[in-house]
């Protein structure tokens, strides 16, 4: 661990932080993980994020609040949930999720520990109120040995309230168990939504072996419904039918490869449903310590589907009012690049490359994180800003990586068929440090 002083002599000042994004979003400082609650409502996106106020490192999780009039640009505003000391969240907010009940804003999050499902209602969207009743949901299903009971997502369904909880079948394998409600308050188990399988190859903990499923999230997706969890360090997704209350998949996938994690849908305008996702630093502790921010979001992704029934998957269309000139930038553009199958192709700044496509293996890689490319000829939506790099394959495969290193020298090689880039533009001043 560095000491006190040699942090602070080695500190970058956050608004001059060239790793730090300029159109993602991210907190004012220290940590953020997952995406919370985002919601369109009245006019505005909000959007709360787990969040770590002291130090750019996890720790009691508390929900950082921010709104934006366009999904372009964001206003901070003031911690939105903190542990009540004493509390069922006396150890911190964990991830949830948001409805409107009757018109009244309500978040349904996790308390812990142990981990229980907590209520919050606001009329402002700013100031929560905390369920007099919390927990509303005190324990997992009798009989239910889970390794974690967490992340509840609810949506509305005819004049019942349903509900799905990320937990696991100890030994078996994760799950996302389902629940309905009259009133948001007393909750009935149903069945598990779908469960998975532990991965016997896998090492570490219930998440990482797949044992614990986090994040569960459900949802419309034209006439089939999307499923999707966050475990084994993963982000897997189902598409399929919902009838009856049961979910029967016929596909299945990756819904964001590398360093995304614990994505969360929201409502948006346009009759639109957007993905925001966790994007991971992959860098050390210490340097994450060292530079006072760690973690930033995706860009709002747009889930539809393909003339075939497939995912499709294109970054919001909002980002493209940021193009002000025709030009390559080293930290904040959007490439488009259309590639034969067979040609490679690569992109480096100072010496390290941000994205590459490799026909030999047909891998797609951004920094260190790596897809398989999608068949045939190649479509690349590339976002580059600072440390963070999105790639956006045949609208199907989303990539994301974080480069860090020198922002200066970009170089590409390729024999594309086309190129075209765009410098964006900032969506803040100061780097979304205020
Ligand atoms: C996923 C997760 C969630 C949990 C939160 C805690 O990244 O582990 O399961 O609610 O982060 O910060």
């Not at 366009?70 to 911690?79: A, F, G």
């Not at 509900?163 to 009133?183: C, E, H, I, P």
């Not at 998957?313 to 940021?322: G, K, R, T, W």
């Amino acid at each position: 661990m560095l000491s006190r002083r040699a942090l602070l002599a080695s500190l970058v000042p956050l608004p001059e932080d060239p790793l730090r994004p300029r159109f993602h979003f991210l907190p004012p400082a220290n940590w953020m993980n997952d995406p919370n609650a985002p919601i369109f409502h009245n006019g505005e996106y909000h959007l709360y994020y787990q969040h770590n106020p002291k130090a750019a490192k996890w720790d009691t999780m508390h929900w950082g609040h921010a709104s934006s009039p366009d999904l372009l640009h964001w206003k901070h505003l003031p911690i939105a949930l903190a542990p009540t000391p004493g509390g069922p969240d006396k150890d911190g907010c964990f991830t949830g999720c948001m409805v409107i009940d009757n018109g009244k804003p309500t978040i349904i999050y996790t308390g812990v520990r142990p981990e229980v499902q907590c209520l919050a209602t606001s009329t402002d969207m700013n100031t929560w109120q905390k369920h007099r009743r919390n927990p509303v949901v005190a324990a997992p299903p009798p009989g239910v040995d889970t390794p974690g009971f967490r992340d509840p997502h609810v949506w509305r369904d005819g004049s019942d309230w349903l509900m799905l909880v990320g937990a696991g079948f100890r030994g078996k394998g994760g799950t996302a168990l389902l629940y309905q409600s009259k009133d948001l308050v007393e909750w009935t188990y149903l069945n598990p939504l779908l469960s998975g399988a532990i991965n016997p190859n896998a090492k570490g903990g219930d998440v990482a072996r797949g044992e614990m499923w986090e994040c569960p999230d459900f949802f419309p997706v034209g006439n089939k419904w999307l499923f999707y969890v966050s475990t084994e360090d993963k982000v897997l997704y189902w598409l399929g039918d919902w009838k009856n209350r049961r979910f029967s998949p016929h596909s299945n996938g990756v819904l964001v490869y590398g360093a995304g994690y614990a994505p969360k849908s929201s409502n948006a305008s346009g009759n639109r449903r957007i993905i925001w996702s966790w994007l991971r630093e992959q860098r050390s502790q210490e340097d994450q310590l060292k530079a006072g921010w760690s973690g930033a979001m995706s860009l709002a992704v747009v889930p539809s589907l393909a003339k075939d029934g497939t995912l499709r998957l294109d970054p919001a269309a909002e980002y493209q009012q940021l193009r002000h000139r025709e030009a390559l930038t080293e930290d904040c553009c959007e490439l488009h690049v259309t590639l034969k199958d067979n040609q490679p192709f690569g992109l480096t700044r100072g010496g390290t490359e941000l994205v590459g496509y490799d026909p030999d293996s047909r891998i797609l890689s951004a920094g260190r994180s790596e897809a398989p490319a999608p068949r045939g000829d190649l479509d690349l939506r590339i976002f580059i800003d600072g440390s963070v790099v999105e790639v956006f394959a045949n609208r199907s495969v989303w990539l994301t990586g974080r480069v860090y290193g020198p922002i200066s020298g970009l170089s590409m090689s390729a024999k594309a068929k086309k190129i075209e880039s765009w410098a964006l533009t900032p969506v803040s001043s100061n780097r979304l440090t205020s």
